[in-house]
């Protein structure tokens, strides 16, 4: 895998920069590359989240329930409701008689090879940067929002 060299810029123009913008066009490149990976399996960001809670949790999530956790996550006024019938549908999901949720073999399989798949875009990602870089660049992002007053917590 080949990364872009990087222009250099000095320390005083680096720190110049606006943090909107950069955060921004990170958040744009990472998640549309995510994306790109899901895609192949017909799957959105959302189908991915719901995925991987109930695998972690079998038996655990309702529709209601898991709607209400993953919403503060979308970003593109996802409805739910749609996919969690499209993951039924395609017999990913079923539900038991209070309406919790369980994968299929189907949709663990699925699941399986969108990780594999998003676990590419996750090494590309972290080309050239070391573990030190990511882990003092998340730091530094959590102090940013909680300046802002936003939750610097880890997502669930």
Known sequence: MTTQ???PYSRQQLAAQPIGYWTGAAHREVVGRIRKELVTESLTQPHW???????????HWTRAELAVKLTRYDDQGIDFAEVFADLADRGWTTEDATGTLTLTEAGEAGRIRA??????AHEQTHAGITEEEYVATLDVLRRVIANLGGDSDLPE
């Open 49 to 59: 989240w719901i995925l991987n809670h109930v695998a972690a949790s079998p038996a």
């Open 115 to 120: 990780k594999e798949r998003n676990l590419r």
């Open 5 to 7: 060299q990087l222009t």
